[in-house]
């Protein structure tokens, strides 16, 4: 009995942890969905990316303070101008052109074929990890920042970060392990609150500028004795703009969640003009609302706040918004900023977990370098909560220790984006569009480039990201090349009637494994006579040929077309595919399922060094055909009685 009621535990555990796993290739599109059952309007969804997009406000006017100083606002503007006419424009053809959650990375993806994509693909991807696991992690120790500076804050909080954050964090996961639903309910209060906050705290803010006249000259006059004229203060801003690129991040996020927005009824799969019209509005609208807060807060934080504030230990660091709050509007409503702020901070984690879970089933799983295990949501969330408690501890809580890295995955990401559609112009021959894609692409490789050399901590831990996606891709690669790698087997008329024939009228289907080389009547009377002879096929039995076209070996899982043709008089079934000898596994299956019997075929061993053909096995589908096929029916099929007869002369 206690087996019994083990078993039944560990069943439904396995079960629950597994809620949602779908054997496709990469159709999970969102949390806890395998489908979009409910799309939204466009500016509900922009709240959902806006959790992300504006927390950043939180930390964003201190982390600009602390790196121009005093020309905060002018490089606040720099950045402001790249939003507009560079990121912005990117991200609305992005849009256009990946518009089923993939982003920029898959219009990369389909500029470089074989394994150079994939692993261009996994590099990204390592990039796109630290950009959202450091969000998760970044944006629940601000909210802890703003929690223990709260003057209600309990004492005992007062040198808590690390476990106050990693309580958030773990809450964040609960979240995630329970259901992730109304989502973009919750966000849409979040986003309203927290936006009409900011918004009084602003004009109480101006309102004290404007009464206080000095303070606007005052800050002028400083400026000019520490850097000159007005065009060496904008040429120090370029200089210091890679240090704001935070102020940059929330678009990948809102091209990955373009399947949430409703379109219109006549969309389909190949052309969701409404959801692109959608999409691009959501890009527009939160660039233009997070552009005018980043201006205005920048320019009141610089003029109210004292640049020693701003310091790490300082009252302002990584608050300056909720330091202006409790200044000017008292504790009480300081206490209601902080608790939005905290709110919108940690639930800005939530986005970033969704842009994670939407990545990984859509790449990995596909390209078999991840465990089917890894389309399922919960398994994948106690895998990034764990790598999330170990980056908190790592850097204890500090934003400051955590902007370069977070910095390094938004430009990196928005770099490839831009060149991605820089390409994509450039292919269609749009003159304009190219040079003004191309002008942003420099700009995005110098600022990228910048903060490499200025931070090399955030490249560090992205290459970290990027080894263990490595390292976990080709084991899990390894570990599934002998399985089934077929999505679906379709054989179309003429391979069905020959399959079928054979079965009605002999009852035995005999397939002759043949390599496709010189098409020409005595390469397969040959094959036939040779295979008839040293496999000891009956005279008088009928045969067909079995042939596997190569394709892009990189690739995982396909769908195969399985073609009846005639060739000099003899029956062959044809299907293109990257991997020989899963193909082959995957129709033998097919056509017993098909008929009712079990296929027989016919091998000849192969020549050369087994290493050699294991290797060859690996990067290219081919090598030692005829052991890898029966060692694929063996793994796939456990009942031997079922399983299709391999024969090797």
């Known amino acids: 009995m206690r087996v019994t009621k083990s078993r039944v ?35 509900r969804v922009m709240c959902l990316t806006g959790v992300d997009y504006f927390s950043t406000l939180g930390y964003q006017p201190a982390i600009a303070a602390l790196a121009a100083g005093l020309l905060s606002p002018i490089a606040t ?26 982003g920029s990375i898959q219009m990369l993806e389909r500029l470089l074929p074989w394994w150079a994509g994939k692993l261009f693909v996994l590099v990204l991807l390592g990039f796109a990890a630290t950009d959202f696991m450091i969000t998760i992690t970044l944006s629940a120790a601000d909210a802890t920042a ?27 996961g609960i979240v995630f392990l329970r259901g992730f639903k109304e989502a973009i309910g919750i966000a849409v209060v979040l986003v309203a609150v927290y936006l009409l906050l900011n918004l009084v705290v602003i004009l109480v803010a101006i309102g004290h500028v404007a009464g206080h006249a000095t303070l606007i000259t005052d800050w002028w006059a400083a400026l000019t004795v520490q850097h000159g004229n007005p065009l060496v203060m904008v040429g120090i ?35 969701p003009a409404g959801r692109i019209r959608g999409t691009k509005r959501l890009l527009t609208t939160a660039a233009l609302i997070m552009s005018g807060f980043l201006i205005t807060s920048s320019l009141v934080t610089t003029l109210l706040i004292p640049q020693k504030d701003f310091q790490p230990g300082g009252p302002a660091n990584g608050r300056a918004l909720a330091y202006l709050a409790h200044e000017y509007l008292g504790p009480v409503f300081g206490s209601a900023y902080d608790i939005s702020t ?53 850097f204890q809580a500090s934003v400051d220790a955590q902007g370069s ?22 292919r269609k021959k749009q003159r304009w569009r190219t040079l003004g894609f191309g002008v942003t692409a420099v700009i995005l490789v110098y600022t990228t480039v910048a903060n490499v ?6 490249v560090r831990i992205a290459g970290l990201f990027i080894l263990a996606i490595m390292a976990t891709s080709i084991l899990s690669r390894i570990r599934r090349s002998f399985e089934l790698r077929a999505t679906s087997v379709v054989l179309d008329s003429n391979a069905l009637d020959y399959v079928m024939s054979d079965a009605e009228e002999y009852d035995v289907i005999r397939i002759i494994s043949h390599e496709p080389d010189e098409d020409t009547e005595a390469e397969y009377r040959n094959k036939s006579r040779d295979e008839r002879r040293f496999g000891h096929i009956p005279p008088g039995s009928p045969i067909m040929f079995l042939e596997v076209h190569p394709s892009d070996s990189s690739d995982f899982e396909e769908d195969l077309l399985v073609r009846g043709v005639a060739k000099h008089g003899y029956r062959v079934l044809q299907v293109t595919s990257g991997n020989v000898p899963n193909t082959i596994a995957a129709v033998l299956l097919e056509i017993r399922d098909q008929t009712g019997l079990i296929p027989e075929i016919y091998f000849e061993w192969t020549q050369g060094n087994p290493i050699s053909n294991m290797f060859k096995f690996f990067f290219t589908g081919l090598g030692e055909i005829a052991p890898v096929t029966r060692e694929v029916l063996r793994e796939s099929e456990p009942n031997a009685k079922r399983r299709p007869h391999i024969h090797v002369s």
């Open 9 to 43: 535990f560990s069943d439904g555990v396995r079960t629950w942890m597994l809620k949602g796993l779908v054997n496709q290739r990469g159709e999970h599109v969102g949390p806890h969905a395998a489908s979009i059952e409910k799309t939204h309007s466009w500016w």
């Open 77 to 102: 503007i720099v950045l402001v101008v790249l939003t507009l006419l560079g990121a912005l424009p990117v991200y609305r053809r992005v849009a256009q052109e990946s518009f089923n959650g993939s």
């Open 146 to 172: 703003h929690a223990i500076e709260n003057p209600f804050a309990p004492s005992w909080m007062q040198g808590q970060e690390v476990l106050v954050t990693l309580f958030l964090v773990a809450l964040l």
């Open 237 to 271: 801003a370029l200089i210091v703009f890679p240090k704001l690129a935070l102020g940059l991040s929330g678009f990948e996020t809102g091209v990955a969640v373009m399947p949430q927005v409703t379109g219109d009824p006549g969309d389909t799969e190949e052309d």
């Open 342 to 394: 905290i709110c919108i901070l940690w639930f800005a984690g939530a986005s970033a977990m969704a842009g994670l879970l939407n990545l990984v089933p859509r790449y990995l799983p596909r390209y078999g370098m991840a465990p089917q295990w890894a389309r399922a949501v919960r398994p994948l969330v106690l895998v990034f909560i764990g790598i999330a408690f170990l980056l908190t501890v790592v």
């Open 405 to 426: 890295a977070y910095a390094t995955g938004v430009l990196v990401l928005m770099t490839s984006a831009s060149i991605a559609v820089t390409l994509s112009a450039r």
């Open 453 to 458: 050399f200025e931070r090399p901590d955030g």
